[in-house]
């Protein structure tokens, strides 16, 4: 095999999911520009967005990568069954990674917005948030991960090509959408919205 075959290759298997990955970013971005309502309501939340939408990507990107090399190295089987507790073990850590990392980064925007003297919601509110977006997308993220990364190696796909363009586009959509979910749900509860 040639360097042209290994770059064509490549190509093939990668294009579509950055396609994927171009139109979900869009798609996100609309939905981010149709929350300003939202961003009114939670000051610092537009702060917060880049900061868990990274953390999507990082943690869930782990999270494919591992499961990718486990599928190389014959770890793990690419089908989900209840008790391969590896795939369980990594999905459940991908999940509490992003719900502490959110919360973190909720923690931190409030401190350094009110260093700065900036407008900022209530902490509650900014955890609250961090916290309800951070499980929702989540649990779809894990769900998609595994899913894209098992369905592209039973089909001779390299599951290193796909992981981080699936990550990225779920992440952002789903990551603004549920985004949007949580201020919604968490200003209801908190009688504001």
Do not use: C
């Amino acid at each position: 095999m040639t360097v042209r075959d290994v770059a064509v290759e490549a190509y093939k298997e990668a294009l579509p999911a950055l396609a994927a990955s171009l139109v979900g970013g869009l798609v996100a971005g609309v939905v981010l520009g149709g929350m300003r309502a939202e961003l009114r309501a939670v000051p610092g939340l537009l702060v917060l967005v880049p900061a868990l939408l990274a953390t999507r990507g990082n943690v869930y990107g782990s999270l494919g990568a591992r499961i990718a090399t486990a599928l190389h190295q014959g770890l793990i089987e690419p089908r989900v069954t209840g008790g391969d507790e590896r795939l369980r073990a990594a999905a459940t850590a991908a999940l509490a990674n992003g719900v502490l990392t959110s919360t973190f980064a909720a923690v931190v925007a409030y401190f350094l917005l009110t260093f700065l003297g900036s407008r900022v919601a209530p902490l509650p509110i900014l955890v609250g948030v961090a916290i309800v977006a951070g499980l929702l997308s989540g649990i779809v993220l894990t769900v998609v991960v595994v899913s894209v990364v098992f369905a592209g190696y039973r089909r001779g796909r390299n599951p290193d090509t796909i992981v981080g363009p699936v990550v990225t586009t779920t992440g952002d959509v789903f990551g603004v959408l549920f985004l949007l979910i949580a201020v919604r749900t968490v200003l209801a509860v908190a009688g504001v919205f």
